[in-house]
């Protein structure tokens, strides 16, 4: 099993930035791909980016594409997401979750962290 814990959340001013962790332990051998994904209040949870954990290919979103940079260091175990220019729609829970070699979809782990942007 894979422990995931997410941090670096805030409050902000609209083009801030903002670099948020995710922490993994346990299993990690078995990640083959690590993802940010949000939830802002009364919408579903959506895929903001994602990288794999033994190569470098990345994915993002449309929305922040050119803003967001995401990234691994496999010696901690930890993935970052460097957020730039943040929005006000950026404000939501980001959460951190893996696809596993073999599984069928992504697992979430950690509680959230809480990123608002204000204008």
């Known amino acids: 099993q894979v422990q995931l814990e997410e941090a670096g959340g805030g409050l902000v001013q609209a083009g801030d930035s903002l670099r948020l962790s995710c922490a993994a332990s346990?299993?990690?051998?078995?990640?083959?791909?690590i993802a940010w994904f949000r939830q802002a209040p009364g919408t579903e949870r959506d895929f903001v980016a994602s990288?794999?954990?033994?190569?470098?290919?990345?994915d993002y979103a449309d929305a922040v594409k050119g803003r967001f940079t995401i990234s691994r260091d496999k010696t901690k175990n930890t993935m970052y997401l460097q957020m730039n220019g943040l929005k006000p729609e950026d404000t939501a829970v980001y959460y951190c979750g893996i696809f596993q070699y073999g599984g069928s979809g992504y697992m979430y782990g950690g509680q959230g962290t809480q990123v608002t942007v204000s204008s």
């Open positions: 346990g299993r990690t051998f078995q990640i083959y791909k």
């Open positions: 990288i794999t954990w033994g190569g470098d290919n990345t």
